[in-house]
């Protein structure tokens, strides 16, 4: 065990023994180190001022990640390489080909949120040299600019892809030094404490097992895209916290079944299943921005328990299950049960969510649905994932799972007995729209009205249907951009 | 002999603080390197909508780690009060009895922002609530009364002519409100010094304001206190009145304890505790003939002012004053109602309430289009200003370049085979349905408080030739330094590299306005360009003796001075002016000529010129769930001759997309305990990239001058194109109206959020 967090700023190896739970990336930068080029704009994760890139080691080396500094809690930096718009040059010295681009292209105007923007087209750089409109709006999910529209940063980001250079970028060039550095620096259980608050990083998953027996109470922070607001927004103590963003990374595909572990990010998640269930993939990208992709988990986003889940509807229809652990003991639960009511799972002190497991129905008609006020990075007013098989024309069997109608993410029963056994047809998918008004009581609130929520969670089923039947005219909306 | 010399008017110059922004290295307020012993203040707010403070307990805020004291309303030394307009409605604290949910109470001063922050939490404030009013229309039943003067426009016997007029519809029409979301919060930090001396850095819009305001809330003179700015992280004009809370707050504490003191609130309560944009009821009425000419308008706007009167009379003035957008109003009568409401105190924001006229304008163009079955761009051409017509306020248009702005517009976008190809989409009836829209602004120019249009300014030339540029307006991302200085640099031609812009402070300007009104480079633009013309003058005098040559055979060519046919290096020209004892300073300064206006008779001429421009926005929108994607907006709009073409379409474009998003997705939601639940990013949505149109083509009318001798005969630009973004909630309505095959228009509310658009949808079904 070490009393000791050990990570790369920039160009620096940093050691440090007093270190909080609730101490937060981007304090550390801007008050302890005066690292000022990076920004709190919001202190939530949603306007990416704060965006630096998170290096970390995978099974397939070195990858570097834009991340939120302002909720991302400094002691799971450990053995991490943070690089922040300060240690961003070009080739001889000067500006950065996205630097150049963004100044080129007028793309700064009050200049706040530059920064941020430019780590993110920077990390958009090097993982993909030659992304597209699209994938730079991708990108750019997490990033607000209130000043220029976006067109000249679109432009720019354009531009550098055009310039490359990837070989030449120090992070290219010293990739392979600075993995062998962080790798020293992961070993063992790192334990921390500061004014009375407790950190623990344990060392590998059978050692969290391990510190939850001994800390049953402990706060189990994993991409902290939502604990990190317990801290910022609610001033809440997290102490002991258990750091455990870096465990159950693991990922195997079977015949049947994808297994994730549950620490498995957003990120990594969604080209997996992209390969084995295309029909989700549109639906994973607009789970938070980028930033927040590239932190969250999905073994967290269910342990969480929200009542919107982002994956839960989606992952319930799919008929995923999930391995909880507590010590030595596993056991397996489907996951539509593991959420009991609002703010309550059947979770006991001490356990923790370890995989996730995914069947894989490939003859399925699956489809996932995210309704919100803006079409990306915004909390979902109802989610839905849909799973209908088939038979002879007829509907054998029906998942439907909804988020933002009640206090979990929950099935709807009415609206699939209205499809079982049904012809696969317009008037099976109607009589669901219509049932499933009995299986909801939704809530209105700032996101969306009660009655929205009824109308909309009708016409899904309808748009479920006009998907899967021929028609001639588009049932989606496009979103490519155009030339 | 010329040298080549990049940065004179009329070129693409980049920002100047471009390559500061790209590395980090560009300083705002909270990056300024602290005193030695800062301590930091932050906000208590009400959590009450209405009531009295019955009692208030801090013993567990005193007792927290790192706590120095609290300050409430007993530690001001001078007057209790932050109101922009001499009304004494706004205090700094609330004195006895809170006017909104989130308004400041107290401030607690420690160490740390985190111990602040978590000890303003302990406080314990006890209330007796009163009854409160949220919305206008409430406040209105409740008898609230106006925080200000209401204002009526009136031409002719609207009355009269309304009964005259062989068609007639009346309406209602819900504007919804707007937070500012600039990316950097409101902040300030206070230095305190001998004496009564204070120096505040602050992001501000307004240093004067905030200078004027703490010496009255401390009770010392002006000359006491000295506020600075560099830069803001974005304004858009909540900056303008706003920041004086914070200003106040830092400087009452500095002086107290006698330590500098920073305040920056969260997100969240920045959200809360500062004004947004008026949010409008508007009862309206059209008077048109089978033509649909517009004959009689009548109207009632009744403002969400919030708790005090802050800029809400000039906001609501200017929503009376853009009520025609670009058309003739043959006979009119338009009043304000600005409301008071329990609720926070809204304020200045991009457009200062012109829009909220100018979307009333477009709505009633629609209902005349649907009710004669015509394309509404058709009844938009009908009714356009033609010159010498009057407006509402009896100013006469003499500068009308819509007709060539629209013609140009219909061609480069092909409206009408796009406005054909729309309705056959539509007519095969399917779940996605297609909308277009074609809509102009008309927006004038001038603070409509006559003496505000005045800027001063200080060029100081060193004597090695570098040149040091001061002017009383503030960079909050608009490229007005940039712009200042390219004007300075053309005057002088020189490079721009020549030229430092430094920061504004009221050490250097006194007595500026808020840089707002779009008028930044207007009115400061001239008063450089007055300075450096008052140095050339010396210059040119000079070098006419010592060189030996007529007065009119010195000219200023790039980077040189010519005497006849000697050209001079410009350094070398002040070395010596400098050795021959020449006055190498100069402050300039720079009224608005021609404008007045008469308040009590509603009559004058308040803007200097009107800034044109129009867009075609197309839409698609999903009639199952009400979201909805723009596909493609055109604009071309009007900024005179521009100073710099990249700079201006950069407001453009940005001033479109915030436009829309006022109009679309940025939605303020009070719960019924008065609470703004949409108070940070998470709920509350400004568009994204992927909110942008999918196809953007933006032009200026590089062909337009401003018939006014502006500065170089450019025009301003900042809040004009916002209301461009009108073209999208126009192509919305539209897409929706399709469900009942345009029988009627779909009259949304706006936002036009996805709910309201699939309720509309819902609605227009049945």
């Known amino acids: 065990m070490k009393p000791e967090l050990s990570f790369l700023l920039n160009d620096q190896e940093v050691k440090l023994t007093e270190v909080g739970a609730s101490d937060t990336l981007l304090d550390y930068l801007r008050v302890a180190r005066r690292l000022t080029g990076t920004k709190e704009g919001c202190a939530e994760g949603d306007c ?65 949120c530059t920064p941020g923007i430019v780590m993110s087209l920077y990390g958009l750089w090097m993982s993909n040299p030659q992304a597209g409109a699209t994938e730079i709006e991708v990108a750019l999910q997490g990033n607000l600019c209130r000043c220029t529209g976006y067109e000249p940063i679109v432009k720019a980001a354009l531009a550098a892809g055009a310039e490359g250079g990837q070989a030449q970028d120090a992070l290219t060039v010293e990739r392979e030094t600075v993995a062998a550095r962080l790798h020293e620096m992961r070993r063992g259980r790192v334990e921390l404490t500061k004014g009375g608050e407790r950190a623990i990083i344990p060392a590998d998953v059978d050692d969290l097992a391990a510190v939850l027996e001994e800390n049953p109470k402990a706060i189990i922070v994993a991409g902290a895209t939502d604990v990190g607001l317990w801290v910022t927004k609610f001033l809440r103590d997290i102490s002991p916290a258990v750091f455990i963003g870096h465990l159950m990374k693991g990922v195997t595909v079977t015949d049947g079944e994808i297994r994730l572990g549950a620490g498995v990010t957003y990120s990594e998640a969604a080209p997996l299943l992209r390969r084995h269930i295309p029909a989700v993939y549109d639906y994973l990208l607009r789970i938070g921005g980028w930033q927040v992709r590239n932190m969250g988990t999905i073994g967290a986003n269910i342990a969480n328990g929200s009542p919107i889940g982002d994956t839960p509807p989606l992952l319930i229809a799919l008929g995923a299950r999930i391995v909880l652990r507590k010590g030595a003991t596993r056991r397996d639960v489907a996951l539509e049960d593991f959420f009991i009511e609002y703010g309550k799972q059947d979770r006991a002190p001490g356990e923790f969510v370890e995989e996730v497991i995914i069947p894989i129905q490939p003859e399925a008609k699956i489809a996932a649905y995210k309704i919100s006020k803006r079409r990306d990075s915004d909390i979902t007013s109802v989610a839905a994932g849909f799973q209908v098989m088939i038979e002879n024309g007829m509907i054998t069997d029906a998942r439907i799972a909804f988020g933002g109608m009640a206090g979990i993410p929950k099935r709807a029963a009415q609206a699939e007995a209205a499809l079982i056994g049904q012809p696969f047809a317009a008037p099976a998918f ?27 969670a009708g016409n899904l089923f309808r748009r479920f249907w006009l998907e899967q039947s021929e028609t001639d005219l588009p049932v989606r909306l496009k979103y490519a951009v155009g030339e | 002999m010329k ?50 403070i019955t009692g208030a307990d801090f013993s567990e805020t005193l007792a927290s780690p790192g706590v120095i004291g609290v300050l409430t309303v007993k530690d001001i030394p001078g007057v209790n009060d932050i109101s922009p307009n001499g009304k004494h409605d706004e205090p700094v604290f609330a004195d006895g009895e809170v006017h909104f949910y989130g308004q400041p109470v107290f401030a607690v001063l420690a160490e740390t922002r985190d111990q602040a922050r978590r000890a303003a939490h302990k406080a314990k404030l006890v209330y007796e609530e009163l009854p409160f009013a949220l919305d206008p229309i409430a406040a209105r039943d409740q008898g609230m009364g106006y925080v200000t003067e209401p204002l009526t426009l009136k031409r002719g016997d609207a009355g009269a002519a309304m009964s005259a007029a062989p068609r007639r519809i009346k309406g209602r029409f819900g504007i919804g409100g707007q937070d500012h979301f600039y990316l950097e919060g409101q902040i300030a930090m206070a230095v305190p ?174 209902e005349i289009a649907y ?33 060539r702005i629209f013609a140009e517009l219909e061609t480069d976008c092909d409206y009408q085979a796009r406005r054909q190809a729309v309705l056959d989409w539509n007519a095969k009836g399917g779940v996605i349905r297609k909308g277009i829209a074609l809509t102009p602004v ?138 021959a004892r020449i006055h190498l300073s100069a402050a300039g300064f720079y009224k608005t000529p021609k404008i007045h206006w008469d308040r009590a008779t509603g009559q004058g001429r308040p803007f200097y010129y009107f800034a044109y421009g129009a867009a075609v926005s197309e839409v698609s929108v999903d009639t199952l769930t009400g979201e909805y994607v723009i596909d493609r907006a055109d604009v071309i709009h009007d900024v005179g001759r521009s100073l710099n073409p990249a700079i201006d379409k950069g407001q453009v474009e940005g001033a479109f997309v915030q436009g829309t998003g006022w109009l679309t997705c940025e939605e303020l939601w009070w719960d019924d305990k008065g609470r703004l639940r949409t108070h940070a990013p998470s709920t509350y949505k400004i568009p994204l990239a992927s909110d942008r149109p999918r196809i953007f083509n933006v032009k200026l009318a590089d062909w337009s001058e401003n018939a006014e001798r502006t500065i170089k005969r450019s025009k301003a630009v900042g809040e004009p194109p916002f209301m461009l973004g009108i073209s999208v909630f126009e192509a919305i309505n539209m897409a929706v109206a399709s469900l009942a095959d345009y029988r009627e228009p779909a009259r949304l509310d706006a936002p036009a959020t996805p709910e309201r658009v699939l309720l509309a949808v819902e609605r227009l079904r049945r």
């Open chain 1, 48 to 112: 990416g001022a704060c965006t630096v890139l998170l290096g970390r080691l995978t099974e397939s080396g070195l990858i570097y990640e834009p991340i939120n500094a302002c909720i991302r809690f400094l002691a799971s930096c450990h053995a991490c390489h943070i690089v922040t718009v300060e240690h961003l040059h070009g080739p001889d010295g000067g500006l950065h080909p996205i630097q150049k681009a963004m100044v080129q292209h007028h793309g700064s105007q009050c200049g706040f």
């Open chain 1, 430 to 456: 109607e009589a669901a729209a219509t049932a499933v008004a009995q299986d909801f009581e939704p809530l209105s609130d700032w996101r969306a009205s009660a009655d929205y929520r009824r109308a909309v």
């Open chain 2, 3 to 52: 040298d080549e010399i990049r940065g004179l008017a009329h070129s693409d110059t980049i920002h100047d603080s471009a390559i500061k922004h790209v590395t980090g290295r560009a300083e705002y307020t909270d990056d300024l390197n602290e005193p030695a012993g800062l301590i930091h203040a932050y906000l208590g707010l009400s959590q009450s909508a209405h009531g009295m």
């Open chain 2, 193 to 366: 010094g001998e004496d009564d001396d204070v120096t505040i850095n602050v992001s501000t819009q307004h240093p004067s304001e905030v200078q004027h305001m703490v010496a009255h809330v401390l009770n010392v003179p002006s000359h006491s206190v000295v506020v600075n700015v560099r830069r803001m992280g974005g304004g858009f004009g909540g900056k303008e009145t706003q920041m004086n809370l914070f200003a106040c707050v830092a400087a009452v504490a500095a002086k107290k304890w006698n330590r500098a003191v920073k305040i920056r609130p969260d997100r969240d309560d920045d959200m809360t505790a500062t004004g947004k944009r008026h949010d409008f009821v508007v009862d309206y009425e059209v008077g048109f003939d089978d033509e649909g000419r517009i004959l009689a308008v009548e109207g009632d706007w009744y403002a969400r002012c919030g708790f005090s009167s802050d800029l809400s009379g000039p906001v609501t003035d200017r929503a009376l004053f853009h009520a025609d957008n670009a058309y003739y109003y043959p006979d009119v009568r338009i009043s304000s109602h600005p409301m008071r409401t329990n609720t926070v105190s809204n304020t200045a924001f991009r457009g200062f309430g012109g829009p909220q006229g100018v979307i009333v304008a477009e709505r009633i163009i629609e």
């Open chain 2, 371 to 403: 009710a004669l079955g015509r394309d509404p761009y058709e009844i938009r051409q009908k009714n356009l200003y033609e010159n010498g017509q009057l407006t509402p306020y009896h100013q006469e248009v003499t500068d009308q370049i819509l007709p």
């Open chain 2, 442 to 579: 008309k927006f004038g120019i001038s603070f409509t408080a006559t003496w505000f249009n005045q800027a001063g300014s200080l060029i100081h030339i060193y004597s090695d030739g570098s040149i040091a540029l001061n002017h009383g307006g503030t960079e909050m991302g608009q490229g007005l330094n940039t712009k200042v200085a390219q004007i300075v640099a053309e005057a002088f031609q020189c490079d721009i590299s020549r030229i430092k812009i430094t920061r504004t402070t009221t050490e250097k300007v006194p007595n500026t306005s808020a840089t707002a009104a779009s008028s930044g480079t207007d009115l400061n633009g001239m008063a450089a360009l007055d300075a450096a013309e008052q140095i050339k003058a010396r210059l040119v005098e000079f070098v006419a003796e010592r060189w030996q040559s007529p007065r009119e055979d010195v000219r200023f060519v790039p980077g040189h001075i010519m005497a006849g046919d000697t050209a001079i290096p410009f350094d070398e020209v002040i070395k010596s002016a400098y050795m």
